[in-house]
């Protein structure tokens, strides 16, 4: 499973109350609960809460979220999400981003875009509703597209990386950007390769998807072969752009992430053991 996605064997509920069983992801502000051996919350809960949500269940036990009003307590400390890599098991993991998206979404949702009226939680589904003018609100999705470019064969494969100024030093990743509206995942593809890099490529191969709930995206990883063209880096979004050998890389992202993910499966396909 996926560190960063919602396990399979979960159970979206929106009908739930809490009982003793229950597994709270309590957010102060956008930094979750947890204490250093990785336990949540469980059952009463002797806190102040605010925008209680029901999440689902898993092999039944049921899961909420809800925002702490105060400091956090005692033996708890309040970190942001993506400091929770590792900390927590990859279930929950993926039951923490949930759940700080279903939370961001009611936090940044609780009046109508059209007319400014209250809105109402749907019974039915995860949405939002106006009782005055009927409007209906999703969680926000993000799709991201990623591109991890090749050249060359076995050892000889080379990777097109890319870092932005706000990488950690020396750290270089795959192409990726937004999807724009009304554009295929392919174009979009396409699009940010020649924006960020100046390089054409050939035909794309599809790899695998993660959600990545910092705050919300979806990414869409895709491989393709190098065609034509001078690497030239966007000016103000990439710092550098370079071609690397698969037997020296420099510095890549953490391995939680898809980049990564993408990464080691074309070194490991360049260099069989």
């Known amino acids: 499973m996926i560190a960063t996605s919602r ?31 990785g336990t949540l ?16 269940r898993q092999e039944d036990v049921p899961f909420f979220t809800a ?3 105060g400091d956090a307590p005692e033996g708890w400390a309040a970190l942001p999400v993506r400091a929770c890599f590792g900390r927590l098991p990859d279930d929950r993991m993926g039951l923490a981003g949930y759940a700080a998206q279903v939370l961001d979404f009611i936090r940044t949702h609780r009046y109508c875009g059209r007319c400014a009226s209250a809105l109402t939680d749907a019974a039915h589904e995860r ?10 609100v999703y969680p926000r999705v993000a799709p991201v597209a990623m591109v991890l470019i090749h050249r ?22 795959a192409i990726a950007g937004f999807v724009e509206p009304s554009e295929t995942l392919e174009t979009a ?5 020649l924006e960020e890099v100046g390089v054409q490529v050939g035909e794309l191969r599809y790899a695998f998807s993660q959600p ?25 979004e990439i710092e550098d752009a370079r071609w690397f050998p698969v037997t020296a890389l420099p510095t890549l992202p953490a391995p939680v992430s898809i980049a990564r993910a993408l ?4 070194v490991q396909a360049a260099l069989p053991l």
């Not at 919350?41 to 689902?56: F, I, K, M, R």
């Open 7 to 37: 396990p399979q064997a979960f159970e979206p509920d929106l009908t739930l109350s809490p009982t003793p069983q229950t597994v709270w992801f309590v957010f102060q502000g956008p930094r979750l609960l947890v204490r250093e051996d």
């Open 41 to 56: 919350p469980q059952g009463e809960v002797p806190w102040a809460l605010e925008d209680v949500t029901p999440l689902g």
């Open 67 to 69: 925002g702490l009003s």
């Open 127 to 136: 949405s939002r509703r106006c009782p005055n003018c009927g409007l209906a």
């Open 152 to 173: 060359g064969q076995g050892a000889a494969t080379e990777l097109l990386l890319a870092r932005s100024p706000h990488f950690p030093p020396g750290m270089y990743s």
């Open 189 to 193: 593809a396409r699009r940010e390769v």
């Open 212 to 236: 990545w709930p910092f705050p919300h995206s979806l990414m869409l990883g895709f491989d393709a072969e190098y065609v034509s063209g001078a690497i030239t880096p966007q000016a103000g």
């Open 263 to 266: 990464i080691d499966r074309a």
